[in-house]
């Protein structure tokens, strides 16, 4: 059989029970103990099952870990004390939280690069040990020319380890592996899970060593993933391509209807993805905005079934961000139900 699957296909079939008359899923097996195997060392078949399926879809092996910042803390862990990290300004807040904290207790030194400046980039090249991208970022959406970026590594003598942030993009956007990435991480509290009601985290690498020290981390550090958890991610993963597909095309109705509001400037898009930024005149009107919201909540997190909208300048983590910008994950609801709460915000926020 030399077909293969989509990834639309994978997300349905990969990680089931292999046993066609046994269960269609596979158990949530609560256990420490398995025999003389303990769990936090040799793993369950629920992780098991959920790492089959999104490594299906990455093109690597893949860990589960208890949230995305474990993941993230498992790949800060391979760097050698005195490391040097290359990291968007606009990375995700608690990335970047993570990175100065090693670098506040003297572990790593931290270099912010523009993320869309190439010959930063090609410069962060040449004296990081880890270049730790983010495309889109959040939460402004911008993006890194990943390819450029591998390529820069591999030209490198110091061949950092390229390491792409997942998140948003999902595996349905985009496989930074295949891009030649070392090793992709993602958040699956956000799209992958899908309905807001957990958290967790995975990486996924095509180089065993790196997928064994991985895992190793995982195992000294105790930061191993919930079995409900990662049942349930599985089970958001198997409706992850209808999901995204819906929401992109809801998104990109929406930010094509923003761009033509007149209180709406610097409509981010990325062409795909259930994510959009947007600017209104400042933050008071911003804050306007998301208190006159009756369908979008006004929340924080993303990738969920329902539309969410934050503020993200609010916080001081994000203090770099424009006031004004809105990050907005755009659920499953109705668009034209969608488009009148946003219609009608911007009017009670600009009267
Ligand atoms: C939320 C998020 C994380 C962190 O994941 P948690 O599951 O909250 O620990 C990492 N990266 C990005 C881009 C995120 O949005």
Redesign the pocket.
């Known amino acids: 059989m030399d077909h293969q699957f989509t990834p639309r296909t994978r997300a349905v079939i990969a990680g089931r029970p292999e046993d066609g008359h046994g269960p269609a899923n596979p158990p949530i097996t609560p256990a420490s103990s398995l025999g003389l195997r303990y769990s936090r060392e040799d793993g369950t078949d629920t992780w098991a099952a959920f790492e089959t399926a999104i490594g299906a879809l990455e093109g690597g092996t893949a860990t589960a870990f208890a ?4 993941a ?1 803390a498992a790949v800060a862990d391979l760097l050698p004390s005195g490391s040097v990290v290359a990291v968007p300004v606009d ?2 807040a ?2 970047r939280g993570l990175l100065g904290h090693a670098e506040r207790a003297g572990r790593l030194s931290v270099v912010a690069v523009d993320p869309e400046d190439a010959a930063a980039w090609a410069a962060a090249a040449g004296e990081a040990d880890l270049l730790w991208l ?1 495309s889109p970022t ?1 939460p402004s959406l911008l993006l890194v020319d990943i390819p450029a970026v591998v390529a820069a590594a591999t030209a490198s003598p110091r061949r950092p380890l390229v390491v792409v ?1 997942n ?2 993009a999902t595996p349905l956007g985009q496989q930074p592996l295949g891009l030649g990435a070392d090793i992709v ?1 993602h ?4 799209m992958i899970g899908g309905h807001s009601d957990l ?3 995975v990486t996924v690498t095509a180089d065993e060593g790196l997928a064994t020290r991985l895992r190793e981390a995982r195992t000294v550090s105790g930061a191993t993933p919930g079995v409900l958890e990662t049942w349930l991610a599985l089970r958001g993963l198997r409706t992850l391509p209808v999901r995204y597909a819906e929401a992109s095309a809801t998104a990109a109705d929406l930010a094509r209807r923003l761009d033509e509001h007149p209180a709406v400037v610097g409509v981010r898009y990325p062409g795909a993805g259930a994510m959009v930024s947007f600017e209104l005149a400042d933050g008071e009107v911003a804050d306007r905005f998301c208190a006159a919201l009756r369908l979008v909540r006004h929340a924080t ?2 990738g969920g079934v329902e539309s969410t909208v934050e503020r993200r300048a609010a916080r001081p983590v994000d203090a770099h961000v424009p006031p004004g910008r809105l990050r907005f994950s755009v659920g499953l609801e109705d668009p034209a139900d969608l488009w009148w709460d946003l219609g009608q915000a911007l009017a009670a926020a600009t009267a």
Request: proline share 0%; aromatic share 8%.
């Open positions: 949230s995305g910042m474990g993230a990375s995700y608690g990335t983010e959040n942030d998140t948003f991480l958040s699956a509290t956000k958290l967790l985290g997190s993303l």
